[in-house]
């Protein structure tokens, strides 16, 4: 994929080495992106090691506080270049904010309004950040990480994390209308059942009864991100991509 060599990507939520976001980092790389990293802690320092110095960056940031959104893009910007490739991948948990899974009668203003913090709020914190730059620019790749559940499919006890995910497909289908004339893309990725370190044992095997018969692998769903990054990717602008080996297309999901 060669329309992302040489230009600057960030991705959020890469703190985890079995995550998608630094599977994300890890093939942008690969295909000779410039790219920056970031998560709530340090940890985030050791997926830099593992990338590589050369061409990459990395710095701890809670994207619930515009100050941080603020300091990344600068130092991101002041060690790579212009930020060309916005991966919003960081939400669904953050190191020490723990939410108890409740049904939406029972779920309390506070845990509300950390949820749709972490994972909307955030997106639409470092999207704002970086698009006076890209329009400026003329160019630019926004990857949203959203799910298929809220767009596609429900979970019990998943309202906020559900409202969260549909609102970023929402955001994406406005923006890509205001942005498009200017040269840049939005797009959204919606991952299912994908195994990562945080998998519990349940996802994991719900991901068995895919019509692929398996959980699907970070990897997976970095190649869907690497082709909306790239330059390929020019006439693709406010799309869901699912990435989910199937599982929504099916009725049937347990053995019968």
Known sequence: MAGVRGRVALVTGAGSGSGIGFA??????????????TSTTDRIHDRHAELGADGTFATTADLTRQADVDRLVAQTEAALGPIEILVNNA???????????????????ADW????????????????????????R???RI??????????????TSSIYATAKAGILGMTRALAIDVGPKGVTVNCVGPGWIQTGS???AEITAGRYTPLGRPGRPEEVAHAVLFLAAEEASYMT???????????????????
């Open 24 to 37: 994300c980092a890890k093939v942008l790389k690969a295909q000779g992106a410039k790219v920056a990293i």
């Open 91 to 109: 939400g669904m948990v953050q190191t020490g904010h723990d939410t108890e899974s409740l049904g939406l009668a029972d779920t309390p203003d």
């Open 113 to 136: 309004a950390c949820g749709i913090d972490i994972n909307l709020t955030s997106v639409f914190r470092m999207t704002r950040a970086v698009l006076p730059g890209m329009t400026a």
């Open 138 to 140: 003329g160019y630019g």
């Open 143 to 156: 990857v949203q990480m959203s799910s298929v559940t809220g767009p596609v499919v429900g979970i019990p």
């Open 199 to 201: 998998s519990s044992e």
């Open 238 to 256: 406010g799309q869901l991509i699912v990435v989910d080996g199937g599982n929504t297309i099916q009725e049937y999901k347990v053995a019968l």
